[in-house]
Nanobody, 119 residues
């Protein structure tokens, strides 16, 4: 059974930084990618960043490009999201997800971690 556990959320002032981490367990992820999505109050869940598990290719939403960096540690089965220059509009619940080759969620999600950016 796949299990994804996020950590690292919190409250930060605008311009600050946070680092989220997702610990994955329960299967081999070498044929998949991992992604971070976010959902703000009253809005749909949206893509933020993704990384392929083996090669490490990355992709970012335009709204976070240049500010967020996704990385993975194959040995530890963890995927991190370093978030810099945070803005109030980055406030959301952030979810880790297992993605297929086309970066589409496979249905495996973490429980989410709250990120709040104050102005």
């Amino acid at each position: 059974q796949v299990q994804l556990v996020e950590s690292g959320g919190g409250l930060v002032q605008a311009g600050g930084s946070l680092r989220l981490s997702c610990a994955a367990s329960g299967r081999t992820f070498s044929n998949y990618a991992m992604g971070w999505f976010r959902q703000a109050p009253g809005k749909e869940r949206e893509f933020a960043a993704a990384i392929s598990w083996t090669i490490g290719n990355t992709r970012y939403a335009d709204s976070v490009k240049g500010r967020f960096t996704i990385s993975r540690d194959n040995a530890k089965n963890t995927v991190d999201l370093q978030m810099n220059s945070l803005k109030p509009e980055d406030t959301a619940v952030y979810y880790c997800a297992v993605l297929n080759y086309n970066l589409v969620p496979t249905g495996y999600w973490g429980q989410g971690t709250q990120v709040t950016v104050s102005s």
